[in-house]
């Protein structure tokens, strides 16, 4: 569910472009509290426009912190793109241990992708803008050895009994994975289906609960 692959061209600052070390006064006191205000800004922005279409000064100024400081923290657009990654990463490794049960796997990841402080649109926009140009990317295949892990942990599951071992694990990650992002990815079409906003937490939580229901039924006891 994550962001996964970094975009085209990151690593690569633009040329001409120099990063100053902001002057003391510039500089916060608290520099955690401080990246962290400039990752959730990023997270707004990027969910909003995309990598391509965000702009590092709209990003600073929904942080309140001065445009030098990115540059100082995270060296690049690029670079901050790739730690909203793995801060995104951090999160799901400790809210969805590898022992909940796949439903309530899928509803917890309703949840946050509908999450504001979160980042599930980014996957929406990463493959808007896919070329299939990043199959040597270091993160590409950082990100396929996950999602050949999560295939994995499927399949595992099969074989515990948890899930009906006639479908194929691949195919049932990839359903669960767009399923479970539908409310962030369509809000439109949710809107005209439910006749409320994707993002309401009543809607939510009746989304979350039916997807689950849904994926209890793959159980081979069902």
Request: glycine fraction near 8%; charged fraction near 30%.
């Amino acid at each position: 569910m994550a962001s996964g692959s970094e975009p085209k061209g990151s690593g690569n600052r633009r040329r001409g472009a120099s990063r100053r070390t902001p002057a003391p006064h510039e500089r916060q006191r608290d520099p955690e509290r401080t990246k962290e205000r400039i990752l959730a800004s990023a997270v707004e922005v990027f969910s909003a426009k995309g990598f391509a279409g965000a702009r590092v000064s709209e990003i600073a100024s929904r942080a309140g912190v001065n445009q030098q400081l990115i540059a100082y923290y995270f060296d690049s657009k690029e670079g901050l793109y790739r730690a909203v990654g793995r801060r995104w990463r951090a999160y799901e490794a400790q809210a969805f241990p590898d022992e909940l049960d796949f439903p309530e796997l899928v509803r917890n990841y309703v949840r946050a992708s509908v999450d504001p402080k979160l980042n599930g649109r980014l996957l929406a926009w990463e493959g808007l803008a896919d070329s299939g140009s990043d199959v040597d990317d270091d993160e590409a295949r950082e990100r396929d050895a996950r999602l050949r892990r999560e295939v994995e942990s499927i399949r595992q599951r099969q074989r515990a009994g948890e899930l009906d071992d006639r479908f194929d694990p691949a195919a049932l990650l990839l359903i669960g994975m767009s399923a479970a992002n539908a409310l962030a990815v369509y809000p439109q079409l949710a809107r005209g289906i439910f006749g409320a906003d994707g993002s309401s937490p009543e809607l939510v939580q009746h989304y979350a609960d039916q997807l689950a229901q849904l994926f209890g039924r793959l159980s081979k006891e069902s």
